[in-house]
């Protein structure tokens, strides 16, 4: 029913009285439905949707809390295991234990529409990170770790006011490899404040095994990257020297977890992996490897976007100083030359024929707008 020339903001006022309303007011109205967009396959369209978190048992919560400390004690929450006990001193990610740094937590509008749905996603974009890719387009939050420290219960208290301040969709955890402890205490802390949206954990999938079977039961909605498919390219544009198996194990378990990206019938995303690959110029033949071995080795029917928003960005591009090979004169270079450029389309069009021709046929689209592409 819509209640004419009645803003949100009377509704909010206590002092505000809604008109009166009498039987004739309700003779002919319906019962409010929501809207089925069209194109939602039947096998991925749930009736409703319980956040698995509010799944758990009491016995389960508890093991899982004291796992989390057991983490934090020798951490080997990714593949750099550096195995230190982090109330004691830090590893690669530069995180201690009772805290996680946070650089921004308000409702999100630049993800998949599936995320973002009409009131935006609930994103905690946390500070560092366990990879040190020379294009991160969030370098200043990842590499520097601007922001500020939360704790467990804290970001608790943030999750319960986006939800009923922001009226978000889902509570969405960004770069959060480095502190999956803090985040699992933050999420059965939520749980029992009252949180009732489904977590996405959107990650590099840089992640240890042992920290995605702490993540199990807790989060909805894997939203993952799979970023370079050569081990030369991770080592040096990446910074990491197995990132390629790591993804491999790290998607194989989301997938076991949650499965393939269902949605209720107003095309809200509420559990299942969604993965992502990013196109980077003259890199193409490694992403058409990434989609055929995903379409071969997870699910023809995993949820892909395949992304054009590359751009050069944080270390790439930047001017340095080299020697010349004549008489020891030093002349200007720029560093990673070779992706200092954008995508062509010819490259992002390789990339999706691969993918359709592997199989695979859920696909984002870029040019989404005001309807959902299911």
Excluded at 217 to 244: E, M
Excluded at 349 to 368: K, T
């Amino acid at each position: 029913m819509e209640i004419s020339d009645t803003s949100q903001n009377d509704l909010l006022n206590p002092t505000f009285r809604s008109p009166r309303l009498n039987h004739h007011h309700f003779r002919n109205l319906q019962p409010l439905t929501s809207k089925r967009f069209i194109g939602i396959p039947p096998a991925f369209l749930l009736d409703d949707y319980i956040p698995r978190y509010n799944l758990l048992s009491s016995v389960s919560a508890a093991k899982k809390r004291s796992l989390a400390y057991a983490h934090l004690q020798n951490c080997n929450l990714c593949p750099r295991k550096c195995s230190v006990n982090r109330f004691k001193e830090t590893g690669v990610c530069l995180i201690g234990a009772e805290t996680a740094k946070v650089n921004v937590i308000a409702p999100h509008r630049g993800e998949e529409p599936c995320i973002q749905g009409f009131h935006g996603s609930g994103s905690v974009f946390f500070s560092g990170c366990n990879l040190r890719c020379v294009f991160c387009q969030n370098h200043d939050i990842a590499h520097q770790r601007k922001g500020f420290d939360l704790t467990p219960e804290e970001l608790a208290e943030w999750y319960m006011k986006l939800q009923q301040v922001g009226n978000v969709h889902n509570i969405n955890l960004v770069t959060p490899e480095h502190v999956v402890p803090q985040v699992a205490l933050s999420i059965l802390a939520a749980r029992d404040m009252g949180l009732k949206v489904p977590i996405v954990y959107n990650t590099s999938s840089f992640d240890s095994l042992e920290s995605l079977e702490l993540l199990d039961g807790l989060v909805d909605i894997y939203l993952a990257d799979f970023k370079v498919w050569k081990d030369s390219t991770s080592k040096r544009l990446l910074k990491a020297d197995n990132y390629t198996a790591t993804a491999m194990d790290s998607v194989k378990a989301m997938q076991k977890q949650v499965g393939d990206l269902s949605f209720t019938s107003d095309g809200i995303a509420k559990k299942g992996v969604l993965l992502r690959h990013l196109v980077m110029p003259g890199k193409e033949d490694e992403g058409r490897e990434i989609v055929r071995w995903l379409a071969e080795n997870v699910s023809k029917d995993m949820y892909i976007h395949i992304m054009e928003q590359y751009r050069p960005d944080a270390h790439v591009g930047k001017k340095r100083r080299t020697t010349g090979s004549e008489g020891g004169d030093r002349k200007e270079d720029v560093r990673y030359a070779e992706i200092n450029r954008a995508v062509k389309d010819e490259e992002l069009g390789s990339v999706r024929d691969a993918a359709v021709a592997a199989g695979l046929w859920r696909f984002c689209e870029a040019n989404e707008n005001s309807e959902f592409h299911l």
